[in-house]
Antibody, heavy 123, light 107 residues
Framework: EVQLVESGGGLVQPGVSLRLSCAASGFTFSSFFMSWVRQAPGKGLEWVANIKQDGSDKYYADSVKGRFTISRDNAQNSLYLQMNSLRVDDTAVYYC????????????????WGQGTLVTVSS | DIQLAQSPSFLSAFVGDRVTITCRASQGINNYLAWYQQKPGKAPKLLIYAASTLQSGVPSRFSGSGSGTEFTLTISSLQPEDFATYYCQQFKSYPLTFGQGTRLEIK
């Protein structure tokens, strides 16, 4: 059974840093792109970042580029999101998700999601 | 960036009704589109990928269609458990954008 379990959320002040973690199990973690997606309270879904299987390519939303860094440790089956210079509008539930990507078959979708971890940025 | 506009934003319907949600892309995205269902306090759940392929385990009353810039999600006969918020997402190019969501409520 695929499981994605996020941790590391909490209440922080504007300007500080926070690191989210996602522990993956039930699949070959090193074979999949991974994603972070967030959802502000009462709002819609916002894609945040993607990382390639070997960590060599990373992609970011403009809203977090230069402040957030996605990374992974395939030996530990773990995904991370380092969030620096946090702002009030970064307040959201952050989801770790598995991104299935098969260009040869023109198939792209996010098929598994964690339960999310809440990050609240407030003074 | 590719924008996705869902309509309607809110939909009220009866159990047993047939409903259709539309997702329009600001430029062509082939069939690189997925649909998700989200219930309050829960993570999204994949329903449809490649615009029209039903994810394993999803009831057949859900269907998707479209290509290019216009896509639809149809629920053929609403069940009580279908009342939720629905999102589309495009995978044509980064950033991987979502539609704003369609909230489906019981009438």
């Amino acid at each position: 059974e695929v499981q994605l379990v996020e941790s590391g959320g909490g209440l922080v002040q504007p300007g500080v840093s926070l690191r989210l973690s996602c522990a993956a199990s039930g699949f070959t973690f090193s074979s999949f792109f991974m994603s972070w997606v967030r959802q502000a309270p009462g709002k819609g879904l916002e894609w945040v970042a993607n990382i390639k299987q070997d960590g060599s390519d990373k992609y970011y939303a403009d809203s977090v580029k230069g402040r957030f860094t996605i990374s992974r440790d395939n030996a530990q089956n773990s995904l991370y999101l380092q969030m620096n210079s946090l702002r009030v509008d970064d307040t959201a539930v952050y989801y770790c998700a598995r991104y299935f990507r098969s260009p040869a078959d023109s198939l792209y979708y996010v098929d598994y999601w964690g339960q999310g971890t809440l990050v609240t940025v407030s003074s | 960036d590719i924008q996705l506009a869902q309509s309607p934003s809110f939909l009220s319907a009866f159990v047993g009704d047939r409903v259709t949600i539309t997702c329009r892309a600001s430029q062509g995205i082939n069939n690189y589109l997925a649909w998700y269902q989200q219930k309050p306090g829960k993570a999204p759940k994949l329903l449809i990928y490649a615009a029209s392929t039903l994810q394993s385990g999803v009831p057949s009353r859900f269907s998707g269609s479209g290509s290019g810039t216009e896509f639809t999600l149809t629920i053929s006969s609403l069940q009580p458990e279908d009342f939720a918020t629905y999102y589309c997402q495009q995978f044509k190019s980064y950033p991987l954008t979502f539609g704003q969501g369609t909230r489906l409520e019981i009438k």
